[in-house]
């Protein structure tokens, strides 16, 4: 069957992916997948094998169209597990604080004065300019 990856033509049959894959150890499946006999392999494994392309040459879009057409089962990518939210921070991250005696009075510390501004001084009065 005819597939293009990477903008090339590749005739392509499902035995002939089966034999490129054989002996070939799957790497650990982060994103999409591909089933291929027994094994599960991520699709841009399966590409680089049978292509003989340089991963970053094509998408992981394109091997999994070319092989589902070629009758191979294709999985997503599996979503990521949400951490619990204590165990992002660990135990301790939140320490409960003993509550304080209801009798206990906390002491008010006195705030300072606030500044006052400085008297206008006063104008001559008009007397004293006339005083000869």
């Known amino acids: ?3 293009v990856i990477a903008g090339y033509s590749f005739d392509l049959t ?3 992916v089966q034999q490129a894959m054989s002996g070939v150890k799957p790497e650990p499946v982060t ?3 591909v089933r291929i006999g027994r094994r599960t392999y991520p699709v841009k494994q399966v590409g680089a094998v049978v292509t003989r392309q340089d991963r970053r040459d094509f998408s992981a879009a394109e091997v999994t169209r ?3 057409k070629l ?3 294709c999985n997503p990518a ?3 597990a949400a951490p619990e939210p204590e165990s992002l921070l660990g135990a301790d991250a939140f320490p409960v604080l003993p509550e304080a005696p209801a009798e206990q009075v906390l002491p008010t ?3 300072p004065a606030a500044p006052q501004a400085p008297a206008e001084p006063s104008a001559p ?3 004293a300019f006339f005083q000869g």
């Open 1 to 3: 069957m005819r597939c």
């Open 14 to 16: 499902a035995s002939e």
């Open 31 to 33: 994103g999409e997948s």
């Open 66 to 68: 070319a092989m589902r």
């Open 71 to 73: 009758g191979f089962t």
């Open 78 to 80: 599996p979503a990521p």
């Open 109 to 111: 510390v006195p705030q």
């Open 125 to 127: 009065s008009s007397s």
